[in-house]
Nanobody
Framework: QVQLVESGGGLVQAGGSLRLSCAASSSGFRVNAMGWYRQAPGKQRELVAIITTGGSTNYADSVKGRFTISRDNAKNTVYLQMNSLKPEDTSVYYC???????????WGKGTLVTVSS
């Protein structure tokens, strides 16, 4: 069973930066895509950014130009560099891997990002 472990969340002032990391606990599986989602209290989980094994990326409009997703395939790790953070970026951030032939979703437990004004 693959486990995803996130790190890098915390408290930051508006305008600051954080870098999230998510590593898989094992290897030897086919990774189709890696991504980051977030969920604020009372809201639905939303896509923040996604990157395919081919390197194609997609971002939510609200984070374009501020966030950058990257990956290290050898380490089965995905990163999210978050710059110019805003209070509205405050959420629990979850990493997601789509694995195997069926692109089965695997989720991390989440890491809290709090941006103070």
């Amino acid at each position: 069973q693959v486990q995803l472990v996130e790190s890098g969340g915390g408290l930051v002032q508006a305008g600051g930066s954080l870098r999230l990391s998510c590593a898989a606990s094992s290897s030897g599986f086919r990774v189709n895509a890696m991504g980051w989602y977030r969920q604020a209290p009372g809201k639905q989980r939303e896509l923040v950014a996604i990157i395919t094994t081919g390197g194609s990326t997609n971002y939510a409009d609200s984070v374009k130009g501020r966030f950058t997703i990257s990956r290290d395939n050898a380490k089965n790790t995905v990163y999210l560099q978050m710059n110019s953070l805003k209070p509205e970026d405050t959420s629990v951030y979850y990493c997601n891997f789509k694995l195997g032939y069926w692109s089965t979703d695997y989720w991390g437990k989440g890491t809290l990002v709090t941006v103070s004004s």
